[in-house]
């Protein structure tokens, strides 16, 4: 029999598939919902990926943060740790869709709603470097790592501190002085885009993508 037939491969490869669907999304996202907005309503980035609930983008945006949810809560790991926080990851993906941020001129109710969306975000943002930097390194007690799997433990580690920095910075850029300072560069954008492509990627090589082990 072919060694990559039966059951079990078929289930290693289904799962393969899922992480990397996660990673599709999550490095796609920011892309294009800053291309669409252009094309559909004229170039010029909004200041927070969020943001992109109150343009012609909006119906992508809620779209994709629930597909990833459902991606994060159906992808397997190797304990119950995995499961909690893919479980985890979906509800705070679910919520940062349908809980938007704050528009302009809010009423006390958006403030409120935008408020809970910031503090949904944060907490899946952390969920997710939480991911990369613990539960993505670890290895069945029985197997030992392969040279491809000690390099992926590197990626994820740099994602994730990539994604713990951007998250640190966000506030640091939104303080009246430093928005003065980059005016016009929509920094809670970049750091945003640049988290969540850190995170994509993460699972692009989670789902062996790159770095794959060999046979």
């Not at 704050?102 to 952390?126: C, E, Q, Y």
């Not at 613990?134 to 433990?153: D, G, H, I, S, Y």
């Not at 713990?164 to 939104?174: A, D, F, N, Q, Y």
Request: proline share 4%; glycine share 8%.
């Amino acid at each position: 029999m072919h060694e990559h037939s039966g059951p079990q491969n078929m289930l290693t490869f289904d799962y393969l598939t899922l992480r990397k669907a996660v990673g599709i999304l999550g490095v796609a996202l920011p892309f294009v919902l800053a291309i669409g907005k252009w094309i559909t309503q004229g170039p010029g980035l909004q200041s927070s990926m969020s943001c992109y609930y109150y343009t012609d983008m909006r119906n992508y945006f809620v779209g994709s943060m629930c597909s990833i949810g459902m991606f994060l809560m159906s992808c397997k790991g190797y304990d119950k740790w995995d499961v909690v926080s893919g479980r985890l990851a979906c509800v705070l993906s679910v919520c940062v869709a349908f809980f938007p941020t704050k528009p302009s001129n809010p009423t006390h109710f958006r403030s409120v709603i935008g408020d809970m969306h910031l503090a949904f975000a944060g907490t899946l943002f952390f969920t997710l470097a939480v991911m990369c930097l613990v539960l993505f390194t670890k290895t069945t007690a029985e197997n030992r790592p392969t040279r491809q799997k000690l390099q992926r433990n590197i990626v994820y580690k740099a994602c994730g501190i990539i994604i713990l920095i951007c998250v640190g910075l966000c506030p640091v850029v939104m303080t009246d002085r430093v928005c003065k300072l980059l005016a016009g560069l929509d920094p809670v954008f970049c750091l945003e885009a640049t988290a969540v492509v850190s995170f994509g990627f993460a699972w692009l090589v989670k789902g062996e993508t790159i770095l794959k082990d060999r046979n």
